[in-house]
């Protein structure tokens, strides 16, 4: 999965983000391992293409916690 925000948690604080990650694991994987949810759900609309043309999308999260998934990048990887 590619990663478009994403910070390390340390001592329960917010640390360094990651840049140029991507999370390595298997969606089962990183649903059984959110072990927190943030109450900042935000949605955006789009387009989706299809074969009959394009469709309205909605997509939307809030924060999640991770509380464990390996991460690979350009520097490496971190667990």
């Known amino acids: 999965f590619a990663v478009s925000e994403a910070y390390i948690i340390r001592d329960g604080k917010i ?3 990651v840049r140029g990650a991507t999370l390595i694991g298997s969606g089962a994987e990183v ?3 959110i072990d927190m949810v943030g109450n900042d759900l935000k949605r955006a609309q789009g387009m989706c293409g299809s074969l009959s043309g394009n469709i309205p999308a ?3 999260q809030p924060t999640i916690r991770i509380k464990e998934i390996l991460v690979g990048g350009r520097g490496g990887a971190l667990k």
Do not use: I
């Open 31 to 33: 649903l059984m391992n």
């Open 15 to 17: 640390a360094e983000p």
């Open 58 to 60: 909605d997509v939307g």
